[in-house]
């Protein structure tokens, strides 16, 4: 099974500052045959479902605010929040879906310092 | 719009199985692989398996294999997902979702294993 490993746990930030998220799979993510990364991002607020932010490791969902961006490649990848908004306090996760069992990080909580 | 609704909370004994429906509706039922996964009371999510509803094709978790079955009814457009010989760590929140980086999620359904 390929292990998903979240930096920090949590992390406090000032309203309109950076937030950064970092996830490394325990191997790479990157299919070959079409070049794309397995890799997703989700926000997750309490008593509610988990959101998808971020596919193919930087594609913006439809809808999610452009403060929201996901880079990386391989098995290196990272969430930034580039201006941090209340509404942004939540439990943010990567998951791979490059192979079977798709699995989750543990979470990082971002609240507001 | 795309919706996922799921059936209500559940409580078990211990040794009992449980079944949680998920009624898709907004796009076409045989379109997108059907996901289901749990997640314990402020833990991290644990992916169970996934389906095809075109086929029912099912590849599981190898944690569940044996213990979980999951079907689907293509006339109502409502996947089940049925998790046998239930235990206190099988308590949590159950959802279904669309895809594999799912884009849709159900609104979960808490199951309560508990003597």
């Known amino acids: 099974d390929i292990v998903m490993t979240q930096s920090p746990d949590s992390l406090a930030v000032s309203l309109g500052e950076r937030a950064t998220i970092n996830c490394k799979s325990s191997?790479?993510?990157?299919?070959?045959?079409?070049?794309?990364?397995?890799l997703a991002w989700y926000q997750q607020k309490p008593g509610q479902p988990p959101k998808l932010l971020i596919y193919?490791?930087?594609t913006r969902e439809s809808g999610v605010p452009d403060r929201f961006s996901g880079s990386g490649s391989g098995a290196d990848f990272t969430l930034t929040i580039s201006s941090l908004q209340a509404e942004d306090v939540a439990t943010y996760f990567c998951?791979?879906?490059?192979?079977?069992?798709?699995?989750f990080g543990q979470g990082t909580k971002v609240e507001i310092k | 719009q795309v919706q996922l609704v799921q059936s209500g909370a559940e409580v078990k004994e211990p040794g009992a199985s449980v079944k949680v429906s998920c009624k898709a509706s907004?796009?076409?039922?045989?379109?997108?692989?059907i996901y289901w996964l749990r997640q314990a009371t402020g833990q991290g999510l644990e992916w169970l398996g996934w389906?095809?509803?075109?086929?029912?094709?099912?590849s599981y978790a190898r944690t569940f294999q044996g213990r979980v079955t999951m079907t689907r009814n293509t006339s109502i457009s409502t996947a089940y997902m049925e998790l046998n010989s239930l235990t206190s760590e099988d308590t949590g929140v159950y959802y279904c979702?669309?895809?594999?980086?799912?884009?849709?999620w159900g609104q979960g359904t808490l199951v309560t294993v508990s003597s």
């Open positions: 389906m095809d509803p075109n086929s029912g094709y099912t």
């Open positions: 907004g796009y076409t039922f045989t379109t997108h692989d």
């Open positions: 998951q791979q879906y490059y192979n079977t069992p798709r699995t």
């Open positions: 979702a669309r895809r594999a980086a799912p884009d849709s």
């Open positions: 193919w490791a930087s």
């Open positions: 191997q790479s993510v990157l299919y070959g045959s079409d070049n794309q990364n397995y």
